[in-house]
């Protein structure tokens, strides 16, 4: 089974500042993919930035990036010059190759962020 | 298309009352999932249908809890004989399988059991 840990509950930034937020996996599969979603305050979840394990370049999306170490384990989301409209819920997710059955989400316990004017 | 879709989005009933909520997915996605998510935790998996076939049920999904998708478009999820315990947020996401089966979640149900 596949387990998904985010160390920090709660992370404050200021706007335009950088926060870095952490997690860690645990699996034996050998192909697999990694998320962040994002969760506004009372609004549905959308998908932040991906990346697939058989990948060595860290993904990119705009203002998030991402920083994979495969062999640690190891899946930290960089968010650069916050806005205030980054504030909501984090969560790091594992999904095992997409192909392959028994094909879900397994969630961290999220990190709530909040973006400071 | 407008995303994924649930109904209702709050639900409030009494223990012992039986409850269904409808997800209608993205039109031309083939794969529907329930998670459930508790107040400040990550959402846990359910179940998950590959067209109107259910795949795969979490151990988390009691005998009180079924789902169908009869029709391999919308689903719903029914709770019987509903649990304070069953008080969560119920989210529904859809993918197309044979792609990169982005998940795409819907608003959720939240529901409250008295």
């Known amino acids: 089974a596949q387990t998904v840990t985010q160390s920090q509950p709660e992370m404050s930034v200021q706007e335009a500042e950088t926060v870095t937020l952490s997690c860690t996996y645990d699996t034996s599969e050998s192909n697999y993919y990694l998320f962040w979603y994002k969760q506004p305050p009372s609004r549905q979840m959308i998908l932040v930035i991906r990346?697939?394990?058989?990948?060595?370049q860290n993904a990119t999306e705009n203002r998030f990036s991402v920083n994979f170490q495969k062999a640690a384990k190891s899946f930290s989301l960089k968010i650069s010059d916050s806005q205030l409209g980054d504030t909501a819920m984090y969560f790091c997710?594992?999904?095992?190759?997409?192909?392959?059955?028994?094909?879900?989400?397994?969630f961290g316990g999220g990190t709530r962020v909040l973006v400071k004017p | 298309d407008t995303g994924v879709s649930q109904d209702p989005r709050h639900k409030i009933t009494k223990r012992g009352q039986n409850v269904t909520f409808r997800c209608d997915p993205i039109?031309?996605?083939?794969?529907l999932y329930w998670y459930r998510q508790t107040l400040g935790q990550g959402p846990e998996f359910l179940t998950y249908?590959?067209?109107?076939?259910?795949?795969?049920k979490s151990r988390l999904l009691s005998d009180r809890f079924s789902a169908e998708r009869p029709k391999g478009s919308f689903s719903t999820l029914e709770i019987q004989r509903t649990e304070q315990g069953d008080s969560a947020m119920y989210l529904c996401a859809s993918s197309f399988y044979g792609s990169n089966d982005e998940q795409f979640f819907g608003p959720g149900t939240r529901l409250t059991v008295l």
């Open positions: 997710a594992f999904i095992r190759d997409p192909k392959a059955a028994g094909n879900k989400l397994t």
């Open positions: 990346q697939e394990a058989y990948k060595q």
């Open positions: 249908f590959q067209n109107e076939a259910q795949l795969e």
């Open positions: 039109s031309e996605h083939n794969r």
